[in-house]
Nanobody
Framework: VQLQASGGGLVQAGDSLRLSCAAS?????MGWFRQAPGKEREFVAA????????YYGDSVKGRFTISRDNAKNTVYLQMNSLKPEDTAVYYC?????????????????WGQGTQVTVSS
């Protein structure tokens, strides 16, 4: 399984961005993580295979929304009200189980990352 993340860029505080992650093979639950320079990888959001369950990190709740289109094998991360502290490389990940998880070690496949930079 290969994951291709896209949609990152440079925006101003308060703007919105939508990240996409296209999977080349069949995947089940998927998630987004991010890593800022000098910091550990942080959980952002995850969604179950059916899309019926989703989870968010505390720092993004109410601002970010994860969704998926199984017909396109793609997961999305809609990011609204962006803040400078959201600046990071965003990685999508997939695991071979239907239930979503919030820990990075639970994921089997990782994309290459897409840079999101939010200026103040």
């Amino acid at each position: 399984v290969q994951l291709q993340a896209s949609g990152g860029g440079l925006v101003q505080a308060g703007d919105s961005l939508r990240l996409s992650c296209a999977a080349s093979g069949r995947t089940f639950s998927m998630g987004w993580f991010r890593q800022a320079p000098g910091k550990e990888r942080e959980f952002v959001a995850a969604i179950s295979w059916s899309g019926g369950s989703s989870y968010y990190g505390d720092s993004v709740k109410g601002r970010f929304t994860i969704s998926r289109d199984n017909a396109k094998n793609t997961v999305y991360l809609q990011m609204n009200s962006l803040k400078p502290e959201d600046t990071a490389v965003y990685y999508c990940a997939a695991r071979s189980y239907r239930v979503a998880e919030v820990t990075a070690s639970a994921y089997d496949y990782w994309g290459q990352g897409t840079q999101v930079t939010v200026s103040s």
